[in-house]
T-cell receptor
Framework: NAGVTQTPKFRVLKTGQSMTLLCAQDMNHEYMYWYRQDPGMGLRLIHYSVGEGTTAKGEVPDGYNVSRLKKQNFLLGLESAAPSQTSVYFC?????????????FGSGTRLTVV | DAKTTQPTSMDCAEGRAANLPCNHSTISGNEYVYWYRQIHSQGPQYIIHGLKNNETNEMASLIITEDRKSSTLILPHATLRDTAVYYCIVRVLNFGNEKLTFGTGTRLTIIP
């Protein structure tokens, strides 16, 4: 049981390049989330999904797009990367909408935009 | 969601109980208290949560004061692997409230 798997683990992009971060969970969770964490700060919610085919904006959605075509996968896209998007990105999933049983997080993707 | 206040850092001797406090004086009646931890550069890990009553699981105990304005996370026998940043989060459990707000937490260092 892998839990939540994020790929890639590390990436360096040039300004203006695009990329997609993949999050996969094998727990049959309905709800999935993308967070970013900047040095010395807590996590901030980018986008989330309450089920297959649905997405919604979080706290800091600008510059990102997401898709949830399959229940087990949640993709985060950067269409034109900017240095301000240098961060560690965490994906999470939860069984219920309220996260009553806790969120399961992936190990993170460290992205540097130069 | 109510704001929480935690000490920036704490030390605890290995083998002793680590007691991490959290103040949430503006908590409302339908808000739960959650604890997560983040071990160096890894994703946050769920520890425990509670509403009114004290809770215990295989990882920790959560003590919530009767007025619910503060709580304490207890790691009964701290090990070096418990060195991490611990986050106390207060939130309402309802559909649509998907934002799990992490503050800066308490950096707990276990001393050999």
């Amino acid at each position: 049981n892998a839990g939540v798997t994020q790929t890639p683990k590390f990436r360096v992009l040039k300004t203006g390049q695009s990329m997609t971060l993949l999050c996969a969970q094998d727990m049959n969770h309905e709800y999935m989330y993308w967070y970013r964490q900047d040095p010395g700060m807590g996590l901030r919610l980018i986008h989330y999904s309450v089920g297959e085919g649905t997405t919604a904006k979080g706290e800091v959605p600008d510059g990102y797009n997401v898709s949830r075509l399959k229940k087990q996968n949640f993709l985060l896209g950067l269409e034109s990367a900017a240095p301000s998007q240098t961060s560690v990105y965490f994906c999470a999933s939860s069984l219920t909408s309220s996260g009553l049983y806790g969120y399961t997080f992936g190990s993170g993707t460290r992205l540097t935009v130069v | 969601d109510a704001k929480t206040t935690q000490p920036t850092s704490m030390d605890c001797a290995e083998g002793r109980a680590a007691n991490l406090p959290c103040n949430h004086s503006t908590i409302s009646g339908n808000e739960y208290v959650y604890w997560y931890r983040q071990i160096h550069s890894q994703g946050p890990q769920y520890i425990i949560h509670g509403l009114k009553n004290n809770e215990t699981n295989e990882m920790a105990s959560l003590i919530i004061t009767e007025d619910r304005k503060s709580s304490t996370l207890i790691l009964p026998h701290a090990t070096l692997r418990d060195t991490a940043v611990y986050y106390c989060i207060v939130r309402v459990l309802n559909f649509g409230n998907e934002k799990l707000t992490f503050g800066t937490g308490t950096r707990l260092t276990i001393i050999p």
